[in-house]
């Protein structure tokens, strides 16, 4: 737990220094020079800020409230302070109705903490691991002690630079106690300045004046090993399955009895089903995800399996572990279950209880399990398809006709490396830094290197997909045979490689789409045109 912390305190202090926190430090600093105590400001923050943003969706969602409505909120809150710190006279008549609650006067403990809780809800930080970590569990409405301890770590980090600032001011102001009113009046000046320039998003373009360095030190910092396990737990991740005992040369290890499938959603193909009722059949437990290139290119593989050992004792279960939004809706799981030919079960797990009882962390993964109930084999990713039915067959006690034999079509040798394009993923990426979850203009840098991507014009930028607005492009350096792209909404998407038309994908449903298809490698810089409103996912390479 200690770990966790360090790693959510170091975080927030990266969020500090970055550029998404300019537009909170002038009203930090007009705060501290008006006469409130700085602590008291960044208490408020901190509380506010783990409150709203493991809450804020939940609450806002059962009270029909739009997703922006706290920070129009605290925007309006801040034009009212400014104006009580311009306007004594304004400040009487705010005080009195409010006092009850808050002590609403500049000076006062309640103003204090209740100027740091707006604070908290205009403050929009630079999203790396950790907080993509919270926002899934917020999102999931699965919010534990790790993750609200989590939370507080980030922001008590984040507030330790801002507490400095604010004390500043107030050290400056008492310097300036001759010039009292003339320390209000711009105070008030500065903080209304920046609660106009909110309200017209200006602070969307303040990220262009630093430099790229929050993501090479939230990399460092929050995605090594050691960040990524104690990360998983706050996500519900357990232990991975490990092997009971010694095995004797040539037999299979015994990873112990398998753990249950946990359904959250339909099953498919067949009624519901536990492991229990399969005991005397082999079960290939198979976690898939319909827009998963990987996991498309072992499907055939499974098919030919299945039609082969079916009437033998053999049992696939498709494990489908949505990876983004639009996959948990069944309908469309469903639809790509007949699309794709996939007569064997298949069980959706929406919130991950099956994927957390395996400990998975892989798209596609294998668990072989014998019929006792036993694992006896695992593998994550594509290939080693002969080694796997060689082991069914094993299992089986089959001497009989082997599947039919197809092609390994798994990647080899140099390719461009899965590329995500919402903030919560985004790893190869290049340029202006991105501005979480409102509409915001970007330009090309002047150089995309080897195996990054880009955004262009103007793009909402979310927590798992990017939506096009006006003029949106995205460019990418691949190294590969085949281009592959998660797209949403409807429009068109024109393709450019190397500067030439390389062809349009109209998008009429939330699936994967193939941008470049080819039996020859190909290191070339790739532009997407998008039409207004449709939606990019992530990139994925053959």
């Not at 903080?191 to 106009?196: D, R, S, T």
């Not at 262009?456 to 990418?476: C, H, Q, S, Y």
Request: one cysteine or more; glycine letters at 10%.
């Amino acid at each position: 737990m200690l770990i966790l912390l360090a790693i959510g305190l170091l975080a927030g202090v990266v969020t500090a220094v970055s550029p998404c926190v300019l537009p909170v430090l002038p009203i930090l600093l007009a705060g501290g020079a008006s006469g409130r105590k700085p602590l008291r400001i960044v208490a408020g923050l901190v509380a506010s800020f783990t409150v709203f943003t493991l809450f804020a969706a939940w609450l806002l969602d059962h009270l029909g409230l739009p997703q922006d409505f706290l920070r129009n909120a605290a925007i309006v809150l801040l034009f009212v302070m400014a104006a009580t710190l311009l306007v004594p006279r304004a400040a009487l008549l705010i005080e009195r109705p409010l006092a009850v609650f808050s002590r609403f006067r500049p000076t006062g403990v309640g103003g204090g903490f209740f100027f740091g809780a707006t604070l908290g809800l205009v403050f929009v930080p630079c999203a790396g691991p950790v907080l993509a970590t919270v926002t899934v569990v917020a999102a999931n409405n699965a919010v534990g002690l790790r993750a609200v301890l989590l939370t507080l770590a980030y922001a008590a980090g984040a507030a330790l630079p801002m507490l400095a600032i604010a004390r500043g001011g107030r050290e400056a102001s008492g310097r300036l106690r001759r010039h009292a009113e003339t320390v209000r009046v711009v105070s008030g000046a500065v903080m209304a300045a920046v609660a106009l320039g909110l309200v017209f998003h200006l602070d969307d373009n303040l990220a262009r004046l630093t430099p790229g360095y929050t993501t090479f030190l939230q990399n460092k910092l929050e995605n090594n090993s050691t960040a990524k396990r104690e990360l998983s737990k706050v996500r519900g991740g357990g232990q991975a399955l490990a092997a009971v005992g010694k095995t004797a040369k040539g037999s299979l290890p015994d990873f112990g009895v398998a753990p249950p499938l946990h359904a959250d959603g339909a099953w498919i193909n067949t009624k519901p089903l536990t492991l229990a009722q399969l005991r005397g059949k082999v079960v290939l437990v198979d976690f898939w995800t319909y827009s998963c290139i990987n996991c498309l290119r072992t499907l055939p593989h499974l098919k030919a399996w299945y039609a082969t050992y079916h009437d033998k004792g053999l049992v696939i279960v498709g494990v489908h572990t949505p990876e983004f939004a639009f996959e948990h809706v069944t309908s469309n799981v469903q639809a790509a279950v007949k699309r794709l030919g996939i007569v064997y079960p298949v069980v959706q797990d929406n919130n991950f209880k099956t994927w957390d009882n395996y400990a998975n962390q892989y798209w596609p993964a294998e668990y072989l399990i014998d019929k006792q109930g036993h694992v006896r084999h695992t593998h994550f990713g594509e290939g080693e398809y002969p080694q796997t039915e060689a082991l069914i067959r094993r299992l089986l006690g089959d001497s009989g006709a082997h599947a039919r034999q197809l092609a390994d079509v798994t990647p080899s040798g140099l390719l461009t490396p899965e590329s995500y394009l919402g903030y919560a993923r985004l790893t190869n990426y290049v340029g202006t830094n991105p501005v979480p979850n409102v509409a915001h203009t970007y330009r090309f840098p002047s150089d995309i290197p080897p195996n990054t991507l880009s955004y262009d014009g103007r793009w909402r930028v979310g927590a798992e997909k990017i939506t096009a607005e006006a003029n949106a492009r995205l460019r990418l350096r691949f190294e590969a045979k085949n281009v592959y792209i998660v797209l949403g909404g409807r429009g068109t998407v024109h393709a450019l490689i190397d500067g030439e038309a390389a062809g349009t994908i109209r998008v009429d449903a939330q699936r994967l789409y193939t941008v470049r298809s080819s039996q020859k490698w190909k290191s070339a810089l790739l532009e997407l045109r998008f039409s207004r409103g449709v939606q990019g996912y992530s990139f994925t390479f053959g």
